[in-house]
């Protein structure tokens, strides 16, 4: 059950991430047409935005780690019987798993930035 929960949430976040990416798209429309026109290739294009994806799903995963600590280490003070502790090898997986996301939920805005033709793109306002 628990694991379903994780993967419904992923999904969400997941989506919000492509959601983002595909407005970061439509924001820089002008931008890739440019960047096109003088040369920069499909490869190019994917890349940038597939490197954007993951940043923004890392700095998630990041955030999320964080706030795990701390929230352990609040509850460490206040139940004694128990030590609250995150071990490097499940950071390091839940680390994985944010790249991963943010991998496979910005193929699709990148491919379609990639795809934008150089004139339709220096067209649009």
Do not use: C, H, W
Not at 1 to 8: F, R, V
Not at 49 to 64: A, D, N, P, T
Not at 71 to 87: A, D, H, K, R
Request: no cysteine; aromatic share 6%.
């Amino acid at each position: 059950m628990l694991g379903g929960i994780a993967g419904i949430s992923l999904l969400v976040g997941g989506i919000g991430i492509m959601n983002i990416m595909l407005v970061s798209v439509t924001e820089r429309t002008r931008e890739i047409g440019i960047r096109k026109a003088i040369g920069a290739q499909r490869s190019d294009i994917t890349i940038q935005f597939m490197i954007e994806s993951i940043f923004i799903s890392l700095m998630g995963g990041i955030i999320g780690m964080v706030l795990s600590i701390i929230i352990l280490s609040v509850l460490n003070v206040f139940v004694t019987e128990v030590t609250f502790v995150i071990s490097p090898s499940v950071a390091l997986l839940a680390l994985s798993f944010s790249i991963a996301v943010g991998l496979i939920f910005g193929i699709y805005p990148a491919n379609k930035a990639a795809k934008l033709k150089p004139i339709n793109a220096l067209r649009y306002e």
